[in-house]
């Protein structure tokens, strides 16, 4: 069964400094792979996924991540964090033949300092 | 346009009530799927429709989880004999197909379970 696990809880970050949330999934072919956000009392809001195409995948708000088969990793950053990233994002996959539920992992919570 | 809604927003049930949660897709979306997010968890799978047909359930976790698409657009959630155990975030998503690499779920903000 495919799985994704989210390296780290909770990451913290000054207001500027590079954002990275590692994500890692478990499958012998590689499936889809999505970063999703979460704000307060919110839906979920997806912020970009690798399909087949550019192993390098630019999202929405500056975020991009990068697929990488012989690390079976999909780890999610960007550059220069705002106050505004603070919130709950969620790695997921969803299998390539036949794919219609999503498997999250268990999410990461990132706060943002100024 | 409007997106996802869900109602209520918060529900509050003693132990072994009945619950119907709602869920309006975006019109003239297809596919719709409920998710169980527990508190410091990420979302799991429940069940998925699509237009009137519940073509995957494997992810209720016990008979008292009923879910129904009568008329392939507004869905029900209902739990019967609440327990604890149900206390989550149920999140409603909805896409206007069934393959998730192809076609984004969105998602409604959530009903918030409590069962006390």
């Known amino acids: 069964a495919q799985s994704v696990t989210q390296l780290g809880s909770h990451v913290s970050v000054s207001e500027g400094a590079l954002v990275l949330l590692r994500c890692n999934y478990s499958?012998?072919?590689?499936?889809?792979l999505f970063w999703y956000v979460q704000y307060p009392n919110q839906g979920l809001q997806l912020l970009l996924k690798?399909?087949?195409?550019?192993?390098l995948v630019k999202g929405i708000n500056g975020f991009e991540a990068e697929f990488k088969k012989s690390e079976t990793s999909f780890h999610l950053t960007k550059p220069s964090a705002h106050m505004s990233d603070a919130a709950e994002y969620f790695c997921?996959?969803?299998?390539?033949?036949?794919?219609?539920?999503?498997?999250f992992g268990k999410g990461t919570t990132l706060s943002v300092s100024s | 346009g409007a997106g996802v809604s869900q109602s209520p927003r918060y529900k509050v049930a003693k132990r072994g009530q009945d619950v119907a949660l709602r869920c309006d897709p975006i019109?003239?979306?297809?596919?719709l799927f409920w998710y169980q997010q527990a508190l410091g968890q990420g979302p799991e799978f429940l069940t998925y429709?699509?237009?009137?047909?519940?073509?995957?359930k494997s992810g209720l976790p016990s008979d008292r989880f009923f879910a129904e698409r009568p008329e392939g657009s507004v869905s029900t959630l209902k739990i019967q004999r609440t327990q604890q155990e149900d206390s989550a975030v149920y999140l409603c998503?909805?896409?206007?197909?069934?393959?998730?690499?192809?076609?984004?779920?969105?998602f409604g903000p959530g009903t918030r379970l409590t069962v006390l």
């Open positions: 690798y399909t087949s195409a550019a192993t």
């Open positions: 998503a909805s896409s206007l197909g069934h393959l998730a690499g192809f076609n984004e779920q969105f």
């Open positions: 429709f699509q237009n009137e047909a519940q073509l995957d």
């Open positions: 499958s012998s072919v590689p499936p889809y």
């Open positions: 997921a996959v969803s299998d390539r033949q036949a794919g219609t539920a999503l498997i």
């Open positions: 019109s003239g979306h297809v596919s």
